[in-house]
């Protein structure tokens, strides 16, 4: 028995595995691009409360793009947030400078708050 055999009515390699051919089946190369904290956020959120949608993320390939575009739009919601919070709050260089606990305090209230606009409106959805 050969090793290889190639069907022509559906266009498959077959590989000899012991007594039977089994189709010879790879994946398309998915392009690797770093997920930050929020799309791991995502990830997880997606893993154990979207399952059907995560698997289809997995067979489609797709995950890693989806994560990293989920992480962008997040980082880019978290910058804009926090300088629109600052603006608003008035908290300035000068404030940093002259009272630097009252600046970190504001400023931990801030992040605290926009990150959880961003894990209810975009994260956990």
Request: net charge negative.
């Amino acid at each position: 028995m050969e090793k290889y055999i190639y069907d022509e009515s559906n266009g498959l390699w077959y590989e000899l595995q012991g007594d039977y051919y089994i189709p010879c089946l790879k994946l398309p190369d998915e392009e690797q691009v770093e997920i930050g904290t929020w799309g791991q956020r995502h990830l997880e959120y997606i893993k154990h409360h979207r399952k059907g949608f995560y698997t289809s993320l997995i067979l489609g390939c797709k995950l890693n793009r989806y994560l990293a575009g989920i992480n962008k739009q997040a980082e880019e919601m978290f910058d804009t947030l926090i300088s629109q919070h600052k603006n608003a709050e008035g908290i300035t260089e000068q404030l940093k400078a002259d009272n630097q606990m009252e600046w970190v305090c504001k400023m931990n209230n801030i992040r605290s708050s926009v990150t959880e606009v961003i894990n209810s409106n975009l994260i956990c959805v």
